[in-house]
């Protein structure tokens, strides 16, 4: 499934056996619940079965009460259940399920949920069973920001395809 835009709901479904990601979303006040996700990402590394990333104007998006199973590999492809990546700023991720989700190899600390890069994301009343790292993290440094934060394509995102000074997006 992918979502883009402001405001959609994904409810209800159960997305299984998948060699990727399942739910790959861009955009604001975005809703995933009650879903059953599991035997995602199985030829996949780098990624998550419910992913985003790369743009900073997009927020306030909340992934609550589902269930993920399986999303896992036994080899060293990093994956994970929720994967914010590259700076993805002001989510929310409470009161799911994660059951043998995530696989922190050597290469990167992969857990069932892992951020790469974000601030203001929040985490709470999740339970973790049978996972090897419950939340991953790789911090970026004040230089690396400050490489992206100046990239042509971000500010693109941030100032024509979104507006983010512009009345409608505050």
């Known amino acids: 499934i992918r979502v883009t835009g402001v405001g959609h709901t994904v409810r209800h479904c159960y997305i299984h056996s998948a060699p990727h990601m399942a739910i790959a979303f861009q955009g604001n006040q975005l809703l995933f ?13 780098d990624m998550g079965a419910i992913y985003t ?5 997009e927020q306030q998006n909340t992934i609550r009460y589902n269930y993920f199973e399986n999303v896992y590999k036994d080899e060293e492809n990093r ?4 994967y914010l990546d590259d700076g993805t700023v002001g989510h ?3 009161g799911n399920i994660f059951n043998r989700c995530g696989n ?3 290469k990167g600390s992969f857990g069932a949920v892992h951020v790469n890069g974000g601030y203001n ?3 709470s009343n999740n339970i973790f069973i049978n996972c090897k790292q419950a939340l991953g993290n790789s911090p970026w440094t004040n230089e690396k ?9 971000l500010q693109n995102k941030l100032t024509q395809r979104v507006d983010i000074r512009s009345e409608a997006y505050q």
């Open 33 to 45: 619940e009650y879903n059953k996700i599991a035997n995602v990402c199985q030829n996949a590394s």
């Open 53 to 57: 990333g790369r743009n900073q104007a």
């Open 79 to 82: 994956v994970c259940a929720v």
């Open 92 to 94: 929310q991720v409470y």
């Open 104 to 106: 922190p190899t050597d």
């Open 121 to 123: 994301n929040y985490f």
């Open 145 to 153: 920001w400050k490489t992206d934060l100046m990239a042509t394509d």
